[in-house]
């Protein structure tokens, strides 16, 4: 679809105001890295946010004009009052890491064994540091008020976004925005989704029990492997045979367990893995369906079947509005090529949590670069991000914010 609008024609002109925030966002780039740094080297993974949770408070605490709170043990809430009347806009930054071993070998690697943060969470909060300061150093102008939300766990369900929305974080928030960097796209771009940009993560698991026995007499034994095998190529039916093909749906078995010895068939086996759907429709009625498949075919073959499905977070949905006018914002901030479009991913977010509260969007900055080996995909013990993607994101949330703040 074509518009007769420029996307910058949705805009009014860009004030003062946005000009002074985005050259002070790239005198404070230095000390955005810096910031993402020690964060790099000092991970903590979901619900254990602990010193992260201190250092961005006591960053914060020098900050002039900022209202800082901790609504959970290791979540922290900034708010900023401008002077002028406005609205509240919320942005957001996740801090958690993962439990990987990192295996780049930076000078600011992480000092802790099995923790990494290898999703780039630590440049969102160094980010959202970065915004606050700056945008502190402007209240004077600022029509409205911001609230900076450090949100814990995102990597592990049921998350913190839910958890600080029952803490009132949303509370008479207008609008929320938040980014990821997003190795897979270069440094230098940033790709906004109007509607549904990531996944409903949801996950799943099985025990299927049969008979053990000796390996050379199977047929007095109940063999949960062969079982197995047949359940995990049946449920890629489940996905190609009974679902719409124009829905995007993923059903991947992440683990199999089973046995210990090559002459024993074991009593049982483990399978686990992960649904992801975006229509609502088809992710209550996708765990039906996958259980009768597998009870089927277990009860076809002697076994018994303990399963169970979770839901995970929300899809995340871009108020389409807003998008179209965040990409006016892109538009306008940035050089011609910076926005791209960008095809939704069967990620999860729990950015998801604050979207059913205020409309909201949520941003892709790139942060790959093909050139210098930064490549890898998130979750790997060799993720990186390109630095240069921080000023980008500085640069975007500051001109997005002001821009938010100013229309109303
Ligand atoms: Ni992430």
Redesign the pocket.
């Known amino acids: 679809m074509t518009s007769l609008q420029g996307p910058t024609d949705l805009l009014p002109p860009a004030a003062p105001l946005a000009d002074a925030v985005l050259v002070a966002a790239t005198t404070l780039a230095p000390q955005v890295v810096a910031w993402r740094r020690h964060l790099h080297q000092h991970p903590e993974v979901a619900f254990q946010e602990v010193q992260t949770a201190q250092f961005i408070a006591d960053t914060l605490a020098v900050v002039p004009g900022l209202t800082v709170t901790r609504p959970t043990p290791t979540s922290v809430v900034a708010e900023l009052r401008g002077t002028l009347p406005g609205p509240t806009i919320a942005v957001r930054a996740?801090i958690d890491a993962l439990p990987i071993q990192e295996e780049n070998d930076v000078e600011y690697r992480s000092t802790r064994d099995g923790a990494m943060h290898a999703?780039?969470?630590d440049g969102h909060t160094a980010i959202v540091l970065g915004l606050a300061t700056l945008l502190a150093a402007h209240t004077a102008q600022l029509p409205g008020t911001v609230r900076f939300i450090f949100q814990h766990a995102?990597?592990l369900s049921p998350g913190g976004a839910e958890e600080l929305v029952q803490h009132g974080v949303m509370d008479g928030v207008a609008q929320v925005i938040g980014l990821?960097l997003w190795a897979p796209m270069p440094v230098g771009r940033i790709g906004i989704l109007a509607g549904p940009a990531m996944a409903a993560p949801d996950n799943f698991h099985c025990t299927i029990t049969g008979k053990g026995g000796h390996a050379a007499i199977p047929h007095e034994c109940v063999d949960p492997i062969a079982i197995g095998a047949q359940v995990v190529t049946a449920l890629q039916q489940v996905v190609s045979r009974t679902v719409d093909p124009l829905d995007p749906v993923v059903l991947s078995v992440t683990q199999f367990i089973a046995g210990t010895a090559f002459n024993v068939i074991p009593n049982s086996a483990y399978l686990a893995g992960t649904v992801r759907t975006f229509e609502p429709a088809l992710r209550q009625s996708i765990p039906a369906q996958m259980e009768r498949v597998i009870r089927g075919i277990a009860e076809a073959f002697g076994a018994t079947v303990d399963f169970h499905y979770e839901h995970g977070y929300r899809p995340v949905v871009n108020d389409r509005a807003l998008a179209e006018r965040l990409q006016a914002v892109v538009a306008r901030t940035f050089d011609g090529d910076t926005l791209i479009d960008l095809r939704p991913t069967m990620g999860g977010?729990d950015f998801s949590a604050y979207q059913q509260r205020a409309p909201g969007v949520f941003a892709f900055v790139g942060a790959g670069n093909v050139g210098e080996g930064i490549v890898h995909p998130?979750h790997h013990p060799r993720f990186q991000v390109d630095e240069r993607a921080l000023d980008v994101g500085l640069r975007y949330l500051a001109a997005a914010t002001v821009a938010l703040l100013a229309e109303h």
């Open positions: 996740d999703c780039g969470h995102e990597e990821h977010e998130h």
